[in-house]
């Protein structure tokens, strides 16, 4: 099939390889000409694992093309899949400005041109519920007949960052919401090759596609708040949250997946996705309470490891000197947009204490953000020199077993807060270290733990 994709961000960028991968020729737009030039060249603008080999193959064998043109993508595309920002307004409603303005230009596009033929213009985009009725009505304000020269269809995307290529490649399930028969047809043929394995294309109306995939996010910040509210009683009830986890996530109804307690959730989903949610509801006169306060507890969550440091200095970090690992919103990714690594060095630089940080990834995208307000290191021992505490904010693979006799000699003090449970707190305390994690005992030196300079 000819396929179109708007927006070559993490979503359109992966499902435009991946339906490329699959045979299909795929047209992908974008309005940032620097990353179409980029991308023309053969650079992915993203890290994500495994995308580099399918992306290269296709762009190699002429399946992939990237263009500023979206009028290009509207001739010569079946499907226009729209995987566009929908950013959270101020209110914590999502902003479908993008959406509506390339809803806007496509059908002006299609009504300038006869000869285009039958279109379906796909919602990929994180949109709330009534977002497909918007966009039909714009393409019929360019007196285009909904059935006739095009139809809307919701396509709601699951994949997660980190192993988005996997995840579209076999996705658990298709979600597709359409009323047309047509559109249902074409959009199961495109996506049968990616459920060989069975699981399943489940077509429903666009209503309840939208509502799908806001109900599905919004639980699982809810089971990340949940755990975060376990482990701080935890903390203070004198339980270890690993065990509760264990414990709970054994019984299959409950499930083991998503109660890590942390640092708050972040990215570019979860915290968009739940705000607007509860903005769905207030609009239609529904105060969604349970996702009131899961927001409310990321917010203190993000808080919290920021706090526990300045405390444990006696209230001030003035003049202290951190080693942050971890700036990614979570691992294999180098997204940082609403990253809580972001939020902890913010509150600590706010305080007065300087930082090291390292990322396997994420150094670019930070430097993006937070320019020279902290230093660099390149690799993760070195962000450790003369460090007065190791932050560890991302559970990236390659710090989950580190070389602990090294990082106590390199750093000013032996002392790590923890904000992703890495380590056993009492390993930590035998290696020397005063450790402090979310939900767990505090690892305090043993008597005949080694000194903190190594010596001993
Ligand atoms: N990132 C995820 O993990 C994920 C997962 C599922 C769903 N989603 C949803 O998918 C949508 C896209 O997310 P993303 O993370 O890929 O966003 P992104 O910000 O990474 O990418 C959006 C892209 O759209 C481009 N763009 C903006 N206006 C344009 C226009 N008029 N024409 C063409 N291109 C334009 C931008 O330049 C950018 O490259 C959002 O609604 C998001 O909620 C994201």
Redesign the pocket.
């Known amino acids: 099939m000819n396929i179109g994709i ?8 992966v499902s435009g390889t991946c339906f490329a991968e699959m045979g299909n020729t795929v047209t992908c ?4 000409e620097g ?1 179409v030039q980029k991308l023309r060249s053969g650079v992915l603008p ?1 890290y994500e694992p495994g995308l580099e080999v399918f992306f290269e193959r296709n762009l190699r064998e002429e399946r992939l093309f990237f263009t500023t043109s ?1 009028q290009e993508a509207v001739q010569s595309s079946d499907i226009l899949f729209l ?4 950013p959270p307004g101020e209110d914590g409603s ?1 902003d479908l400005s ?1 959406v509506k ?2 809803a806007d ?1 496509i059908g002006r596009l299609l009504a300038a041109d006869p000869a285009i033929g039958y279109r379906i213009i796909v919602n ?4 709330p519920v009534g977002t497909a009725d918007a966009v039909r009505a714009i393409l019929e304000g360019h007196g285009l007949v909904a059935g006739e020269r095009f139809d809307v269809v919701s396509n ?6 980190g192993v ?1 290529v996997d995840d579209f490649m076999k996705p658990e399930r298709v979600v597709i919401g359409t009323g047309s028969r047509r559109a249902a047809e074409i959009m199961t043929q495109l996506y049968e090759p990616f459920v060989r394995q069975g699981n399943p294309i489940l077509v429903v109306d666009e209503r309840s596609s939208e509502m799908i ?1 806001y109900a599905a996010n919004s639980f699982l910040a809810t089971k990340i708040s949940f755990m975060n509210e376990v482990a701080n009683v935890c903390e203070r009830v004198g339980a270890n949250v690993d065990h509760v986890r264990r414990g709970i996530g054994l019984d299959s109804r409950i499930g083991k997946q998503f109660l890590y307690p942390g640092i708050g959730y972040g ?3 979860f915290p ?2 739940v705000k607007a949610l509860v903005y769905t509801a207030r609009e239609h006169g529904y105060t969604f309470e349970i996702l009131e306060a899961v927001e409310a507890v990321n917010q203190r969550q993000r808080r919290l490891l920021a706090e526990r440091i300045i405390d444990h200095f006696g209230g001030s970090v003035e003049g202290r000197h951190f080693a942050v690992w971890g700036l990614a919103f979570k691992p294999n990714t180098d ?1 940082v947009r609403e990253a809580p690594a972001h939020e902890v060095i913010r509150r600590l630089l706010d305080a007065g204490a300087s930082i090291t940080a390292f990322d396997p990834e994420a150094i670019d995208t930070t430097r993006a953000v937070l320019g020279d307000a902290i230093a660099y290191a390149a690799d993760s021992y070195s962000a450790l020199h003369r460090a007065d505490a190791l932050v560890i904010c991302t559970e990236w693979n390659e710090f989950r077993r580190p070389d602990f006799d090294k990082m106590r000699r390199l750093m000013a003090t032996p002392l790590v807060f923890d904000g992703r449970n890495l380590y056993d707190p009492g390993r930590m305390a035998e290696a020397g270290f005063e450790y402090y994690s979310i939900g767990r005992p505090i690892g305090r030196p043993h008597p005949a733990a080694p000194s903190p300079n190594g010596q001993g």
């Open positions: 708007i927006g070559t961000g993490y979503v359109g960028l737009v974008d309005i940032d990353k993203i979206l995987a566009l920002p929908t999502a993008y303005g390339v230009h990929k985009s994180t949109v709601p995307e699951f994949l997660r960052e988005a995939k990215g570019s989903c968009k996705d997204d």
